[in-house]
T-cell receptor, first 114, second 111 residues
Framework: DAGVTQSPTHLIKTRGQQVTLRCSPKSGHDTVSWYQQALGQGPQFIFQYYEEEERQRGNFPDRFSGHQFPNYSSELNVNALLLGDSALYLC?????????????FGQGTRLTVV | GQNIDQPTEMTATEGAIVQINCTYQTSGFNGLFWYQQHAGEAPTFLSYNVLDGLEEKGRFSSFLSRSKGYSYLLLKELQMKDSASYLCAVRSGPYVDKLSFGAGTTVTVRA
């Protein structure tokens, strides 16, 4: 089982550019959540996807958007990048309805905006 | 809103015991998680409490008091590899994995 996989591992972008991050959930999982972790902070919830729809969103601007595909994989898009968007972006997958289920995290994408 | 507090740093000696406290005030509560995160890596699951009391898993134990909004993670027989950040996270539901995290406690284990 490959677990949760994210790509790319590292990325450097310029202010104002757009970026797309990708996530493949753990086999059998159907729910994907995205988190942003700034240096020295805990992860902050961005949004969650289930059945190809965004069903819950944290306190992030519309510059952050996403998508879930029929195979449950997901993308996170960030437009008009700001220096403050530099962070580790984590994808977590789980199985809907499993109340005691843990969320499995991918290794993350380290985004640096210069 | 969510407010989750844990100490920033703790230092302990190899072989010793360390207790990391976490207090929370959240809108809704469906369980409390502890994750371990080594520098530059993803968080890995350590424990989960949904009912009051102590959950023991090998060298790691976690305690929850819902009435006090309080949890702790106990690390016994510390090893050098336990040097990491420990994240307290509350699941406030209704969905499975929307987690609100504390800022993390960096534990340094010294020889």
């Amino acid at each position: 089982d490959a677990g949760v996989t994210q790509s790319p591992t590292h990325l450097i972008k310029t202010r104002g550019q757009q970026v797309t991050l990708r996530c493949s959930p753990k086999s059998g999982h159907d729910t994907v959540s995205w988190y942003q972790q700034a240096l020295g902070q805990g992860p902050q919830f961005i949004f969650q996807y289930y059945e190809e729809e965004e069903r819950q969103r944290g306190n992030f601007p519309d510059r952050f958007s996403g998508h879930q595909f029929p195979n449950y994989s997901s993308e996170l898009n960030v437009n008009a990048l700001l220096l403050g968007d530099s962070a580790l972006y984590l994808c977590a997958s789980s199985l809907e309805g499993r109340l005691l289920a843990e969320a499995f995290f991918g290794q993350g994408t380290r985004l640096t905006v210069v | 809103g969510q407010n989750i507090d844990q100490p920033t740093e703790m230092t302990a000696t190899e072989g010793a015991i360390v207790q990391i406290n976490c207090t929370y005030q959240t809108s809704g509560f469906n369980g409390l998680f502890w994750y371990q995160q080594h520098a530059g890596e993803a968080p890995t699951f350590l424990s989960y409490n949904v009912l009051d009391g102590l959950e023991e898993k090998g060298r790691f134990s976690s305690f929850l008091s819902r009435s006090k909004g309080y949890s702790y993670l106990l690390l016994k027989e510390l090893q050098m590899k336990d040097s990491a950040s420990y994240l307290c996270a509350v699941r406030s539901g209704p969905y499975v994995d929307k987690l609100s995290f504390g800022a993390g406690t960096t534990v340094t284990v010294r020889a």
